[in-house]
C-alpha cells in the first residue's frame, strides 16, 4: 500500500515535466533576435501607477525617459495619493516635457487602489496606439520598448508583456523568489498563454504593453477594477480580442529588494486566496495538494524502504530537475534545487495566511489598504 502511494507524487512530477506545456524549461524570453521594425513607429504612452513609491520612482522614471524609441512617447505618473512626496520626487527626477503627473483622485468603491490609479492614466494619456503599463519599482533597458513595439506589430499582439526580472540577493530573496516565478509559470504555462488556441491567459504586472483600441472593445479597465490579480485578469479580458504574449525578461527588472521572509510573504498573501477564487474547499485541496506534491517525495525518499524510497527519491529529483532553468536565470546554485520541498511548505503557509488575512478583513493588503472585494 506504501509503495503505491508513494507512486503518486512520482505520476504528478511526470505529468509536470511532460505535459504541463514544458512550463518549467522556461524557453519563452526575449532575449533572442528582435522582431523586425514596423514600417513606421506607433504612439505609445507609459502609464505609472505610484503610491508611496519616493524611494525608488527616481529610477524607474530615469530609465523610462531614457529609452531609444524612434516614435511619439510619453510618460504618465499617477500619484495615488502618496504621503512620503512621490510625485515632488518623480517631478524632481524627470524635468522632461514629455511626462506629466496626475494627481490621484479617492478610491472610489468597488476598485482596487493600483487599478483606479491605472484608470486614471488611462483618461490622461489620451488616443495613443499602445499603452504601456509598467509598475513604479521596474527599471528598463534602453531598447525594451522599441523590442515590445516590434514583437507586438509583428505579430498583432493585443497584450505583449514580460515577467520582470525580480530582486534576488539577499538569503530571503534566493530562498523564494525563484520559486514565485516558477510556480507562477506552472499556474500559468507561458507557451500555453502564449498559443492562441488556447484559453490560458496570464500577464506580468510590471511590464506590460495594451493595445488602447482592444482595451477599449474589452470595456477597458472598468470591467476587471476589482480583481486583485489584475494582471492575469487584464490578460484574460484581452485573450477575447486577439493573441497575447508573456515570456521571461532581463531588460526589465525589479529594483525594490525584500528585506526579508515579512514583505515575501506579504506579496504572496496578498493575492494567493484570490487565485483560489477565496474557497476554503480550494484552500484546502491547495493545500493537500502541495503536501503530495512538495512535502511527500523527501519523506519517502528519507524514511520509507525498497520501492516507496526509490520513488521517493524519483519525484524529489524530477522536481530539483525541473526547478533547474529557473535558478539558471537567477544564476543561483542547481542545489537549491533539493530544497524545494521546504519553499514549497513556506508557499503552503503564505497561502493559508493570504486565507486567514482575508478572513480578518486585510485581504488584498497593497500600500496599506485591505482592497479583496470577495468571492469571485
Given at each position: 500500500m506504501i509503495a503505491l502511494v508513494a507512486l503518486l507524487p512520482v505520476a504528478v512530477w511526470v505529468y509536470l515535466l511532460a505535459a504541463r506545456g514544458m512550463f518549467w524549461v522556461m524557453q519563452e524570453r526575449d532575449d533572442g533576435d528582435a522582431a523586425p521594425s514596423p514600417t513606421s513607429w506607433p504612439s505609445v504612452v507609459a502609464i505609472v501607477p505610484a503610491r508611496n513609491e519616493a524611494d525608488v520612482i527616481g529610477e524607474t522614471l530615469a530609465s523610462l525617459l531614457a529609452q531609444d524609441y524612434p516614435g511619439s512617447f510619453r510618460v504618465v505618473l499617477v500619484d495615488d495619493q502618496s504621503d512620503d512626496g512621490t510625485a515632488e520626487a518623480a517631478r524632481d527626477a524627470s524635468g522632461a516635457v514629455c511626462m506629466t503627473v496626475v494627481s490621484g483622485a479617492p478610491r472610489p468603491s468597488g476598485w482596487t487602489g493600483k487599478l483606479w490609479a491605472?484608470?486614471?492614466?488611462?483618461?490622461?494619456?489620451?488616443?495613443?496606439?499602445?499603452?504601456?503599463?509598467?509598475?513604479?519599482?521596474?527599471?528598463?533597458?534602453?531598447?525594451?520598448?522599441?523590442?515590445?513595439?516590434?514583437?507586438?506589430?509583428?505579430?498583432?499582439?493585443?497584450?505583449?508583456?514580460?515577467?520582470?526580472?525580480?530582486?534576488c540577493r539577499s538569503w530571503s530573496e534566493r530562498y523564494l523568489i525563484p520559486a514565485f516565478v516558477f510556480f507562477f509559470a506552472m499556474l500559468y504555462p507561458f507557451r500555453w498563454v502564449n498559443d492562441p488556441r488556447t484559453k490560458t491567459a496570464a500577464a506580468a504586472g510590471g511590464c506590460m504593453l495594451v493595445r488602447r483600441e482592444a482595451l477599449e472593445r474589452a470595456g477597458n479597465i472598468d470591467a476587471i477594477r476589482s480583481d486583485i490579480i489584475d494582471d492575469c485578469a487584464l490578460a484574460r479580458l484581452l485573450k477575447r480580442e486577439g493573441p497575447i504574449w508573456l515570456g521571461l525578461s532581463e531588460r526589465a527588472v525589479s529594483i525594490r529588494p525584500y528585506r526579508g521572509l515579512p514583505d515575501i510573504r506579504a506579496m504572496v498573501a496578498r493575492s494567493a486566496f484570490a487565485q483560489l477564487g477565496y474557497s476554503s474547499l480550494a484552500l484546502a485541496g491547495t493545500l493537500v495538494g502541495m503536501i503530495v506534491v512538495y512535502a511527500a517525495p523527501p519523506l519517502f525518499a528519507l524514511l520509507a524502504r525498497d520501492s516507496a524510497q526509490a520513488s521517493g527519491i524519483l519525484a524529489w529529483a524530477a522536481m530539483a530537475l525541473a526547478f533547474q532553468p529557473t535558478l539558471s536565470f537567477y544564476r543561483l546554485s542547481p542545489l537549491w534545487g533539493l530544497v524545494l520541498p521546504l519553499i514549497g511548505a513556506v508557499y503552503a503557509l503564505f497561502t493559508l495566511d493570504s486565507a486567514l488575512q482575508h478572513w480578518l478583513g486585510r485581504g488584498g493588503m497593497w500600500k496599506g489598504r485591505a482592497q479583496a472585494m470577495g468571492r469571485t
Open positions: 491605472v484608470r486614471q492614466g488611462v483618461t490622461a494619456a489620451g488616443a495613443p496606439d499602445y499603452l504601456w503599463l509598467t509598475d513604479a519599482d521596474i527599471a528598463h533597458a534602453p531598447d525594451n520598448l522599441r523590442r515590445l513595439v516590434a514583437r507586438a506589430e509583428a505579430n498583432r499582439l493585443v497584450l505583449t508583456s514580460l515577467m520582470a526580472k525580480l530582486h
